[in-house]
């Protein structure tokens, strides 16, 4: 193909509109705000998408025939031949997607606010963990305040929003575990059902649950390499010195309790004690489980991080008998096949990255989508739940995306969830 | 029966893995064969167990989940996760078919071992993140084209380099338009659009100047994919600070150019102003200490002079030296007799190691005598590792040994050593000997004196004739330093040139008269007379010259012409009405113009100007010693003579032009001295009528300005007689003498005639 200075670039083929049929897949140059579809590319399933692209008025449109499912020889549908399609239809679609505008930008705005919250969180957390020794009561006093206002707007809705941070929010200097934890050990307890009372216990306890590696030294902490035996030991004694540190600042039993069996498991594989099954503690179990998946998707050695995805698989595959099945499965139920985080490759071939989950719907979570059309600054944020044409296809590792959808998605180094608290009357939907 | 058994049978046949489960109590109805192979369980532990101890990947939670609570789905060609009964995960892909049983509704799952496509799916995707870090790893911007130009692929570095956003660049051309842009199209430069979009089966490379000041390399090479060319491998690289530095060392190299070319011209013109005044000084202290009749006086004026020696070798060696560094100095290939070369070399040192009582010795091995060379540089080198020699040796001597290796019918190689009996040097200091600026240590430069320059100059020579040298040396017991030179062979009619030009052989020692008043004088010409092995008598005044030449034999009489009571001339007048033919040489301070015509009148053979020169005695000497008269008068220039003292007839025989050592003082560039030539002429045209004139109307200030101003000119391009001749109208000016000036101008004007014969272009 001749290429030069004054010659364009073939792009794709183009195709006059009375060739356009169902099933052919269609790249609209448009501003996506000037189409009623939810992506610029996209495969033409129905008879009535094929009308609504007519009614676009395109004297040509570009299709990709490698994605098209249709026989060049096949003959035209009904559809395509057909005179004016209905216009107040389209209409309303388009007043509803630029409804949806509107939603991705109350979206944004949400995952902003609750990128305020958690740093406020994260803020008190690091105060935490400083004034444990020095002043306990003080210490005690601030985790039941940020745990009380976690639980009090968490109850307020049947729906929770679990939204991923940026790594610009809760990058790797921000990044607290014991927060982590708690958030996901509160949201687990509310999806069982547990009393607000309860719940206090977990978020606090969540935040305690390490204060025994305060007397480990950082060179095991840190260390990237796998541990010697003698390192192992020594690092497991953190639940026991946990217990002496939690007594003193007069932490109630059930924290202690947390602390001391956080690492027992149910077949009872686990440590100090290797107690088993309804022997170890309930929250104990339920922290556990929440700890597991946290120390999957954020190890010491990052480069060992496996995608959220794959962390759960693994907890449900191969450790089940680990955990509590009751809390496993509420877990998986709670965060999806693809948790926040997750690369996905959609059912319409697009790729993203899931943002939020809402956890009554949590096989169809939040993406944020790649088209090369527009913005990564103003990134289509499609709610699947919202879209029953699109479904999550595959989760990806980030690794096999294409260089500019990775840059497009920036897929997050460190995996941090935080709810949305300010949300009071549910997802909003259409 | 027979149905449920026709059932097992297509069941256990099948190659894939069949399961039925029970909608109701999600557990394995049935299993066949392959299922439990393929599981590793007994088909006893396979049936009952629920399917979702078997069913692991994340998604089978959410569908047995539905399944339980009645929403059943059917599922064609997904991807699931088996356990096995030894734990171990089996990847598959599966169907599950909703299917009506006696019993409820019947789950058939249908699944295929896919173990092998997600094996090599991971090693595939290992392989690409292996190939994308080692894209993104490389300290290069790349870019692959295809080969229509779209774009296959860039790495971070790439758009780094051209600053251009990944997510904003919407297609191929933006990008490619984008680098173009962003390049700064000057007339003459290449265009980016020819590198960007070459198709050469070469790599094409160009050097793209940006907008925003920097410069980026590109470099393009084929993407060859099984012996195809499929597209185009970009590589850019920020070579900014490369080419700033390139071009500041191309600018410093430039600049120090022009400044060696303007160090090599100032070092020419300073060559002759340093050493004219430096002769002045050296002639005038010798004169007026012989002169100087207070002994305190006296003692000052000749540490004058032994200073200004000191400063005129030294000046000597930094000239040279500088002009070797900037490459000026020019080796000529003259035929020369080595025998005379080493004699002449070796005699003014033999009276400096007599001086301190050393033996000086030359030792000929067989060696061609006629050669052609440079033999001033060889006798500077000789004079330098001679005097070193001497310099370093307390007691013991020199020999010099000339050696010729290789004598071919073309050249000869010569080697030269010089043995001395000194302090030595040491083993590490031989190293860096012949380097600059090093002596043997600081100390022996202080004791010694010196520029620490001369083994370097000698050195340098050496190679610029395309030989070497050495040294072999053990502390304590003296050093041997060697040099050889490749030297062509002279040809006959050289040959014979050279032996008319050959003074007699000073092989008989001669016996002589001095007569000379002052006793320095007596002391140094009686010292090196009889250092060259000649019987000295001296006297005082005319009448004991006189005296002596009637009572006794000599062979040659020195006469001072100035002596109180009978002078020189009376004496020699004396002498010869007495009917002595003894050849009677004058000893004279004048430099004045007539003096020798004065001298010859008197009935002397031939005359040397004061201060004699050790050399010019000598080999006057020598033409007497081999029984032959007196050269005849005018040959002053080869008698070693100064000319700046001879008679005035003497220029005008000799060379009007010295066109070869000119060259060599303006470095070897004789472009400039044809420039200088052309200069002169237009200044003589007007300065010789000048001159004339003035010294018509008696103005001798003015014809001494003039004359001055012509004489440097002259002087510069090589014109020696012309500009002595100058320097004499200059001279009897300043007496006052305009007569004598105007005889002098004449000379000058024939002088200058003879020189535009050979050098001016008629037109």
Known sequence: MPYGEDTGVSEGTYITSDELRVGHYICLELSWLDHPFSFNSFLIRTPEQLREVLALGLKKVRIDPARSKVASDEPAPDAATQEAPAEPEVDAVMVEKRARVERNREIRTRINACEREFLQAATICRELSKDLFSNPKKAVASANALIKQVTDSLLMDRDVMVHLMNDKVAGEEVYYHSLNVAMLAVLLGKALDLSQDVLNVVGVSALFHDIGKADVPDKILLKKEALTKAEDEFLRQHCVYGIEHGKRAGLSEPVLQVIGFHHELMDGSGYPKGLKGEAIPRLARLIGLVNAYDNLCNPVNQAAAITPHEALSLMYAKHRPRYDEQMLGKLIQMLGVYPPGTVVRLSNESFGMVLSINSARPLRPVVMVYDEQVPKEEAIIVDLDTEPEVGVAKALRPNQLPRQIFDYLSPRKRVTYYFDPNKSQGTPRP | ?763
């Open chain 2, 1 to 763: 029966m027979s149905t449920a058994a026709h059932a097992r049978a297509l069941l256990s046949g099948s190659g894939d893995i069949l399961l039925l489960v029970d909608a109701a109590t999600r557990l394995v109805l049935d299993a066949n064969a392959k299922a439990c192979e393929d599981l590793r369980y007994a088909p006893e532990a396979l049936i009952g167990r629920p399917i979702t101890d078997l069913e692991c990947a994340l998604q089978d939670a959410f569908y047995w989940d539905d399944v339980a609570s009645g929403r059943l789905v059917e599922l064609h060609d997904a991807e699931g996760l088996l356990a096995c009964g030894d734990g171990e995960m089996l990847p598959v892909v599966k169907s599950i078919t909703i299917d009506e049983g006696p019993t409820g509704r019947w789950l058939v799952l249908r699944a295929v071992d896919a173990r092998a496509s997600s094996a090599a799916a991971d090693e595939l995707e290992a392989s690409t993140s292996l190939l994308r870090s080692i894209f993104e790893s490389t300290a290069e911007g790349l870019l692959v084209l295809e080969i229509d130009g779209r774009i296959m692929n860039f790495n971070h570095r790439f758009a780094e380099l051209w600053q251009l956003d990944p997510l904003s660049m919407r297609d191929d051309r933006s990008v490619l338009r984008h680098m173009v842009r962003a390049c700064r199209l000057a007339r003459g430069e290449t265009s980016p659009w020819r590198v960007l979009l070459s198709r050469d089966e070469d790599e094409v490379e160009a050097q793209l100047a940006l907008r925003d000041g920097r410069t980026i390399r590109v470099r393009a090479r084929p993407l060859l994919m099984q012996d195809q060319v499929r597209g185009r491998v970009l590589t850019c690289s920020d070579v900014t600070e490369r080419i700033m530095y390139e071009r500041e060392l191309a600018a410093a190299r430039d600049a120090a150019a022009a400044s060696e070319r303007a160090k090599a011209s100032f070092l020419a013109m300073m060559s002759h102003e340093i050493r004219t005044p430096m002769a002045g000084i050296l002639g005038m202290t010798e004169i007026a200490a012989e002169q100087a009749t207070d002994g305190q006086q006296k003692r000052f004026i000749d540490m004058a002079h032994a200073s200004a020696e000191g400063l005129l070798v030294i000046i000597n060696d930094l000239l040279d030296f500088s002009k070797i560094e900037a490459g000026k100095f020019v080796i000529e290939s003259i035929p020369f007799d080595r025998e005379a070369l080493f004699d002449q070399t070796l005699q003014p040192l033999r009276w400096q190691a007599s001086e301190r009582g050393l033996r000086l010795d030359l030792v000929t091995g067989g060696c061609a005598r006629w050669l052609v060379g440079d033999p001033t540089r060889i006798r500077q080198i000789l004079i330098n590792l001679v005097g070193n020699a001497l310099k370093f040796t307390e007691r013991g001597g020199v020999t010099v040994r000339v050696d010729c290796l290789d004598q071919g019918p073309e050249g000869v190689r010569m080697r030269v050593a010089v043995q001395d009996s000194g302090i030595g040097i040491s083993p590490d200091r031989q190293k860096s000997i012949f380097e600059a600026f090093t002596q043997s240590d600081a100390q022996i430069g202080r004791r010694f004196g010196g520029t620490g320059l001369g083994l370097t100059i000698c050195a340098r020579l050496c190679e610029l004739m395309e030989g070497r040298i050495w040294v072999d040396s053990q502390p304590g017991s003296g050093s041997t330093f060697s040099f050889e030179l490749p030297l062509g062979r002279a040809g006959e009619q050289d040959v014979a040139t050279l032996e008319a030009q050959l003074p007699e052989r000073a092989d008989r020692h001669l016996r002589l008269l001095l007569a000379e008043d002052t006793e320095v004088n007596q002391l140094y010409l009686s010292h090196v007379l009889r250092s060259a092995g000649h019987q000295v008598e001296i006297v005082d005044n005319g009448r004991s010259a006189l005296e002596a030449v009637l009572s006794r034999d000599f062979d040659v009489v020195l006469m001072d012409v100035q002596m109180p009571g009978m002078d020189g001339f009376e004496a020699t007048e004396r002498i010869r009405e007495a009917g002595q033919t003894v050849p009677i040489v004058g000893l004279t301070a004048h430099a004045m113009e007539g003096i020798r015509e004065e001298c010859l009148s008197h009935g002397m053979t031939d005359y040397l100007s004061k201060p004699v020169r050790t050399t010019a005695l000598l080999s006057m000497l020598a033409r007497f010693a081999g029984g032959g008269g007196p050269r005849e008068a005018g040959g002053g220039a080869s008698s070693g003579e100064d000319r700046s003292s001879t008679g005035r007839d003497a220029p005008a025989l000799a060379d009007p032009i010295n066109r070869a050592e000119a060259i060599r003082n303006l470095g070897g560039d004789e472009g400039l001295w044809r420039e200088l030539l052309g200069m002169l002429w237009e200044q003589a045209d007007t300065d010789l009528p000048l001159i004339r004139e003035a010294l018509d109307q008696a103005d001798a200030q003015q014809a001494r300005d003039v004359a001055h101003r012509l004489k440097s000119s002259l002087a510069v391009v090589g014109a020696e007689p012309a500009a002595l001749a100058c320097a004499r109208v200059d001279d009897l000016a300043r007496l006052g003498d305009l007569a004598a000036a105007g005889l002098a101008y004449d000379a000058l004007v024939a002088c200058y005639e003879a020189l535009c014969a050979q050098e001016r272009d008629p037109n």
